[in-house]
């Protein structure tokens, strides 16, 4: 089975007017590998206008809330990414687990919701630095998973983000085997837990300090399947991450 490739660029906080349309022009402009799915995550302010303009990719939103609407002051729901031509959402991003305490109960609600609603998500898992000097990368990464296993059962429209904390935003990416490793492992646990097609055709991605010099020999890697990028997804650099693959 072909897995197609796919790059997301997580803006998080970040941006203007001004420079989501210079990101968006740049994009539409550029002459990307046509192989690989783009998808961008650009703040939720602006997803309506990327929506409208972006002419090459996908929009992600980076976040949503598990009920469809109501008394949830400062939230966004599923319909309402759906509603401006959304068709992804971010979930369980490290800054959301560790800057605003989500845990993966929670997070596994939204999946569920996100899905119901018929949005895509890229469900991000991830061990921090003591985790994984005490030897727990693949606990912790297994425990985010089955948070989601254990409410969902059909993962095609789920991709799966390997993020370990301590390559954040660090400039301290995880070598191509440290990827392989953890990405092997996770697709042998969609095997046991969920099932051999699943595990073969769930693409996961790397995220951490993706940049142009680092992203080739990383998507080489048998189980690497695209990069979720952040301060690199703003800048002309993610033009060549997106080409990596040519
Ligand atoms: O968090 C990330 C993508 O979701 C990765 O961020 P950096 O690429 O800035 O390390």
């Not at 560790?98 to 018929?118: C, M, P, Q, R």
């Not at 904390?165 to 095997?191: C, F, N, S, Y």
């Not at 097609?197 to 990383?218: D, F, H, L, P, W």
Request: charge should be negative; glycine fraction near 10%.
């Amino acid at each position: 089975m072909v897995r197609q490739f796919i790059v997301g660029g997580n803006w998080k906080m970040n941006g203007s007017r001004g420079t989501v349309s210079t990101l968006v022009k740049g994009l539409n402009e550029a002459s990307l590998d046509k192989n690989v799915e783009v998808v961008v995550a650009p703040p939720a302010l602006y997803i309506n206008s990327v929506v409208e303009t972006l002419k090459v990719g996908q929009v992600a939103g980076q976040n949503i809330y598990s009920e469809s609407k109501g008394a949830f002051t400062g939230e966004i729901s599923a319909e309402m990414l759906k509603d401006v031509g959304a068709q992804w959402v971010l979930l369980g991003h490290s800054e959301r687990r560790h800057v605003f305490g989500e845990d993966s109960k929670s997070i596994a609600k939204k999946v569920k919701h996100a899905l119901n609603t018929g949005l895509k998500v890229m469900y991000c898992v991830g061990e921090t630095l003591d985790e994984r000097e005490a030897n727990q990368t693949t606990a912790v990464v297994f425990e985010q998973l089955q948070a989601v296993a254990d409410v969902i059962q059909d993962w095609s429209q789920v991709v799966i983000a390997y993020e370990p904390v301590w390559a954040i935003g660090t400039g301290k990416v995880a070598t191509p085997e440290q990827a392989q490793e953890v990405h092997h492992a996770i697709r042998q646990w969609l095997a046991d837990k969920v099932n051999a097609q699943t595990a073969e055709a769930t693409r996961i991605m790397y995220g951490g300090s993706v940049n142009a010099g680092n992203c080739k020999e990383i998507g080489k890697k048998a189980d690497v399947d695209g990069f979720l990028v952040g301060g690199a997804s703003l800048k002309p650099e993610f033009i060549d991450i997106i080409n990596a693959q040519l």
